[in-house]
């Protein structure tokens, strides 16, 4: 990532002004010249009987010929080489970089430059994202921590308070209230129990991925009619705890994707072991979509962010999706031996 002052650098006069040289200066020039030479030469060659006097004009001729055609063909030749090598200077100043002295090839010095700067930024840059995904991936955990731990505790413990006090109460009119202040009680416990696991799932580092993946079907049960339908192939096997978080937000995303936007009553989520590589995939027979051009448009953007998380982890993600034929969606991820869980 370039530092802000970077941009703001002023450009000088050396640096804006077009690095010019006169066409015999160049040595396209000097080639083209003695190209024309060589012609004049294989011209003589082939038509020995011109001699003398003639033959001479006739070479002058060639050669003050061939030179004004090149003092004019050669600018024109260059021109878009001096085009580019403005833009690469002035690009060299918008950068960290220090443009390289006028030589015979500045502008391939410069390109090369900025190739390695801009490679050297694009790996920062993905490696400033997948940062940022995990710490938003841990931040969400503190909260659905923070939910369970502190508000959930605190609405069970006045539920209990509020049982006994139903218990020792004897006014009618008191029991009433107290009975609706413990159902509503009781249904906040439930929407902050709901809330935790919609935002990070607690049976995952405790129950595992299985687990997680059931408790998805369910919390899309109570608020939709889209039949999750989950299975498990083959032997599981311990999976990384940074592993599980992003396949579950894969699944999670794809079948928020196909409750919200596929129009259909039921999708498949596949959780399969064939170690050492785990992997999930999420198979609607919906409406489908362009999936370049809801990239391009940052349509589902969920999924796009959980396949950046995924690929921190070490996995890939692939969508194959079309209008009308349906989604399907793969996550994998290849368990080294020994990872931490």
């Avoid at 004019?72 to 090598?85: G, I, K, S, Y």
């Avoid at 992003?246 to 999708?267: I, K």
Wanted: hydrophobic letters at 50%; aromatic letters at 4%.
């Amino acid at each position: 990532m370039l530092a802000p002052a970077t941009y703001l650098a002023p450009m000088s006069s050396t640096v804006n002004a077009p690095h010019r040289r006169h066409a015999w200066h160049r040595p396209l020039f000097w080639k083209m010249l003695g190209a024309d030479a060589l012609l004049v030469g294989f011209t003589a060659v082939v038509f020995p009987g011109s001699s003398g006097e003639r033959l001479v004009l006739m070479i002058l001729a060639l050669l003050v010929a061939s030179l004004v055609l090149d003092l004019v063909l050669t600018p024109a030749a260059m021109r878009p080489l001096h085009a580019a090598e403005r833009a690469a200077r002035r690009l060299a100043v918008g950068t960290t970089m220090k443009p390289p002295a006028s030589g015979e090839h500045p502008i391939e010095e410069v390109l090369e430059q900025l190739v390695a700067h801009i490679e050297a930024d694009r790996t920062h840059n993905i490696d400033l994202v997948r940062r940022t995904l995990r710490v938003h991936e841990e931040q969400r955990a503190a909260i659905a921590r923070q939910l369970r731990d502190t508000t959930g505790q605190d609405l069970a413990a006045l539920n209990l308070q509020l049982t006994a006090a139903i218990r020792g109460n004897r006014d009618p009119k008191v029991a009433a209230v107290l009975d609706a202040v413990q159902a509503t009680t009781a249904r906040l416990m439930d929407d902050v129990r709901s809330a935790a696991d919609e935002i990070y799932p607690g049976l995952l580092s405790e129950f595992g991925l299985l687990s997680a993946l059931s408790a998805l079907r369910r919390r899309i049960a109570d608020r939709s009619r889209l039949d999750v339908r989950v299975r498990v192939e083959g032997s599981a096997f311990t999976i990384p705890l940074p592993v599980m978080r992003a396949l579950l937000r894969v699944a999670e995303e794809a079948v928020e994707n196909t409750e919200q936007h596929a129009s259909v009553n039921a999708v498949n989520v596949t959780l399969r072991f064939d170690a050492p590589t785990v992997m999930i995939e999420v198979v609607d027979e919906g409406v489908g979509f362009d999936v370049a051009a809801a990239e391009r448009r940052s349509t589902g953007v969920g999924l796009f962010r959980a396949r950046e998380l995924l690929a921190h982890a070490g996995g890939a993600m692939h969508i194959r999706s079309s209008p009308g034929s349906g989604t399907r969606v793969v996550a994998t991820s290849t368990v080294a031996a020994g990872s931490d869980t």
